[in-house]
């Protein structure tokens, strides 16, 4: 009986693992040369325009794409706005009054419905350009998987439980990156976008005043702009890597390493952890970096697709069909 039972689990993985590669396995590099010729084009323009505007927007457009995948998948449902009847991810913890670049999004795809109207879908807009604000920004770049549709639903309590806070411990970073399927190696490189882009007061506050693993003069630099009083400054700004906050390059591990890292998930990389090595030797090896930082947005990338007939290919990002 007990041999049964394991045979009928075992087979309902097996199948669970085969579907999961199959539907991954649908994600093309080319999925849309023939549909959508001048797709790539078409995004990097209005991404590069918008980057020219507001340098910061580049660091937006890729934590969009990182709170998309990290709930249920990478299908858009990011993007979905509230209705009467249903609540959407935007005012989630980890998102409310943080989370930007909807606009650029919107602008893509008015850009991209004109040029091929129904094909594409926003969580592949995502995907592009998440891409091309890296590379727009100095960083590697990478022939992005393609292929994904759209979710019709979006899910407020998964954001509020899927996404790790600044607050985390390593341990907990750990574990929130494999829940996704996605390697300590994966989630040391993806922390690395905090190459770029700025956070709020309100998410490093407890960090520059209460914590002891952080450089003095850092600390005091950032506490002239974020006061003590939780009532007081939440929304002021810090550049997450305080060296060259609009150039991805590999300085958030320098920085880790002098223990100016701003956010405490940040810092707990190079605690004496099992990641100190990992982060030692991106701080010293920009290519190694950029390498497992590509292998990581792929990875990323094949979280939970919607392909086939699933899902749509919505005509507003904002929502279904």
């Known amino acids: 009986m007990a041999s049964s039972s394991f045979l009928a689990v075992f087979v309902v993985v097996a199948l669970l693992m085969v579907s999961i590669r199959s539907s991954n396995a649908q994600l093309t590099t080319n999925f849309y040369s023939s549909s959508c010729p001048n797709l790539f084009s078409t995004v990097k323009s209005v991404v590069q325009s918008a980057i020219n505007k507001e340098a910061r927007m580049g660091a937006s457009l890729l934590r969009l794409f990182f709170h998309d995948c990290f709930v249920n998948g990478c299908d858009g449902s990011v993007l979905l706005d509230d209705t009467s009847s249903s609540t959407g991810e935007k005012t989630a913890i980890p998102n409310s009054g943080s989370l930007r670049g909807f606009e650029v999004i919107d602008q893509i795809k008015t850009a991209v419905e004109k040029a091929c109207p129904g094909v594409v879908s926003c969580a592949d807009v995502l995907t592009i350009t998440a891409r091309d604000s890296v590379v727009i920004l100095g960083g590697p770049t990478w022939n992005v998987k393609l292929g994904r549709r759209d979710a019709t639903t979006a899910s407020l309590s998964a954001a509020n439980n899927n996404i ?58 950032r506490q002239a702009n974020c006061p003590s009083a939780s009532n007081s400054g939440n929304n002021n700004l810090a550049p997450l890597d305080v060296q060259t906050p609009t150039s991805f390059d590999n300085d958030y591990y320098k920085n880790l390493v002098s223990q100016k890292g701003l956010l405490h998930s940040d810092q707990q990389l190079f605690s004496g952890g099992s990641t100190n090595a990992l982060v030692q030797t991106y701080s010293t090896k920009p290519s190694q970096f950029n390498s497992d930082f590509v292998t990581a947005m792929i990875n990323m990338g094949d979280i939970k697709p919607l392909t086939g007939s699933n899902g749509e290919i919505r005509k507003n990002c904002r929502k279904t069909n």
Do not use: W
């Open 164 to 221: 790790p806070p600044p607050t985390s411990s390593l341990s907990a970073l750990i574990t929130s990156f494999q829940n996704q399927g996605l390697s300590t190696t994966d989630m040391v490189a993806l922390s690395g976008a905090h190459t770029i882009g700025q956070a709020r007061c309100t998410s490093f506050r407890t960090r520059i005043y209460n914590e002891s693993n952080i450089d003095a003069s850092f600390s005091k630099t």
